[in-house]
């Protein structure tokens, strides 16, 4: 590890930082574009990121006016790595080779590896020319959405730029790294009373959920409301059933275990339905839907909660999309970020047009959702989810923990921060907020 890096481990200031010179390379972890085909003839199910995801070292790019060199000290994996690793539905070398075509700077990520991740927890090293808010030393988490300014389509909500992109994902440098290169307009402030682990799952999640179900471009919530979130104890779902409560509505949580209907109940969702144990079979075979069987599903849920949901939080996708859009109360409205099961919809659009009900598209969130978002966790109204940990030399297992299911919330990976525990500035607000609250998913995680 370079003289820097190490200092950032051993708590430097920012005035130490400053006038320290950066490595040439830094450790991170990567697909590499001569393997896109390596899974050929495998099922989706069975493609493994433990075979595609490499940790090693990299060369650091340039640093442009408007960005910043982060030192990670912890990361966390989201679905999109699992995508990356897996090469579905597209290998993301175009999304690299695209961006390199549009600029000077954009050339430095259309390369023969992407380092991937879209969350961090770290400390600012460097910053170019051009920015004004951040300075070596800083303690920040990162969001995930790289807008071009120069854009004028990015000026109203920057999510509508025609050429927004998701960092880690559809740029090269992402956060599952020793050092991240972000844009300035990435970071936000890091949660005081949260530790490097524990700070870093949360931003992509976390934003998503909020311009969801609270900012005015989702479906907010209104107080009464029944909200009914698929994987509820999953990434999104955990953050989802949290604003629910907070906003003064039911949640209704559906997940696929005892364990997990256990740490729902944990967290405060008395309402939570386990679709494995009740059996729902909503596709008869590949092609058909089973009507019966969604009138099941919306017939438990009144037993619940006393009548149909007015939100439906959408990700699943073609294997729950038929039952969502049958099961929304009349006038209700469906909002989706995802298609983990499938992304060609099927649902009988009768129940949709008859009963007034709307399916919202939603994706990630623009910097102002997030920095809300960001400031809920920085408050503790907002808890994070963390339930395991890894260190970025086990990513691959990390991916597949995620791709397979078995896991609960989100899990860390460990960047620089050397263990568990370690960052945590603010023990008196922590322990106002409640140890407990603060490691419950960590619990049931251990
Ligand atoms: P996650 O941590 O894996 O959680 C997803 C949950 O969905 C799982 O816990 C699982 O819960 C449930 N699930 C999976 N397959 C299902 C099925 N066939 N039927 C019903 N439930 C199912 O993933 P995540 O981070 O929440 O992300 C979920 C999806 O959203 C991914 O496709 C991801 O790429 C996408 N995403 C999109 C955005 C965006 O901005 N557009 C942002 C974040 C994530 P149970 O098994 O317990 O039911």
Redesign the pocket.
């Known amino acids: 590890m370079s003289e820097i890096l190490q200092a950032v481990v051993d708590g430097a200031s920012g005035a130490d930082l400053t006038g320290m010179s950066l490595p040439e390379s830094y450790r991170g972890a990567f697909v590499l574009r001569d393997e896109v085909g390596m899974f050929e003839g495998v099922s989706s199910a069975d493609k493994d990121p433990r075979k595609s995801l490499h940790v090693g070292d990299v060369a650091l790019p340039a640093l442009a006016p408007d960005e910043a060199y982060v030192a990670v000290m912890a990361s966390s994996i989201?679905?999109?790595t699992?995508?990356t690793s897996i090469f579905e539905p597209l290998p993301t070398f175009g999304f690299l080779d695209r961006l390199g075509k549009e600029s000077q700077w954009g050339a430095r990520h259309a390369l023969d590896y992407h380092v991937v991740g879209s969350d961090a927890a770290g400390v600012v090293l460097e910053t170019g020319s051009l920015v004004r808010n951040w300075r070596a030393g800083d303690k920040v988490t990162v969001h995930c959405n790289y807008v071009d300014d120069q854009d004028p389509s990015s000026h109203d909500d920057s999510m509508l730029a025609s050429n927004e992109r998701?960092w880690g994902f559809e740029t090269n440098f992402g956060g599952l790294a020793d050092i991240a290169v972000v844009k300035a307009n990435q970071l936000m402030p890091k949660p005081t009373h949260l530790s490097w682990e524990e700070a870093a799952v949360n931003a992509?999640?976390n934003?998503?959920?909020y311009?969801m179900l609270v900012s005015h471009n989702g479906a907010p919530i209104t107080q009464g409301d029944r909200v009914l979130v698929?994987?509820?104890?999953?990434?999104?779902?955990?953050f989802a059933v949290q604003y629910v409560m907070n906003g003064g509505a039911t949640p209704i949580g559906?997940?696929?275990?005892k364990d997990?209907v256990d740490l729902l109940h944990d967290i405060g969702v008395a309402a939570v339905i386990d679709?494995?144990a009740a059996g729902y079979k909503f596709w008869k075979d590949e092609h058909t839907q089973d009507e019966s069987e969604w009138r099941r599903f919306g017939k438990d849920i009144r037993g619940l909660v006393g009548d149909d949901p007015d939100i439906i939080f959408e990700?699943?996708?073609?294997?729950?999309m038929g039952a969502s859009v049958f099961a929304c109360k009349r006038a209700g409205t469906i909002v989706t970020?995802?298609?983990?099961?499938g992304y060609m919809i099927e649902y009988d659009n009768r129940h949709l047009w008859m009963k007034l009900k709307t399916i919202k598209g939603?994706?990630?969130?623009n910097y102002r959702e997030a920095w809300d978002a960001n400031q809920l966790v920085c408050d503790g109204k907002i808890l994070p989810p963390l339930s395991a940990v890894f260190a970025l030399s086990e990513v691959g297992e990390a991916a597949y923990t995620?791709?397979r299911?078995l896991?609960?919330?989100?899990i860390g990976v460990l960047c620089l921060a050397p263990e568990e525990g370690l960052g945590i500035e603010d023990p008196e607000l922590r322990a106002q907020i409640g140890e407990d609250r603060i490691t419950a998913f960590r619990r049931h995680g251990a």
């Open positions: 989201n679905f999109n699992v995508w998701i992509l999640c934003s998503t959920a311009r698929w994987g509820a104890s999953g990434g999104l779902g955990s559906v997940v696929s275990s997990k679709r494995k990700h699943p996708g073609r294997q729950t970020c995802a298609a983990t099961s939603s994706h990630f969130a995620v791709h299911n896991h609960e919330g989100k």
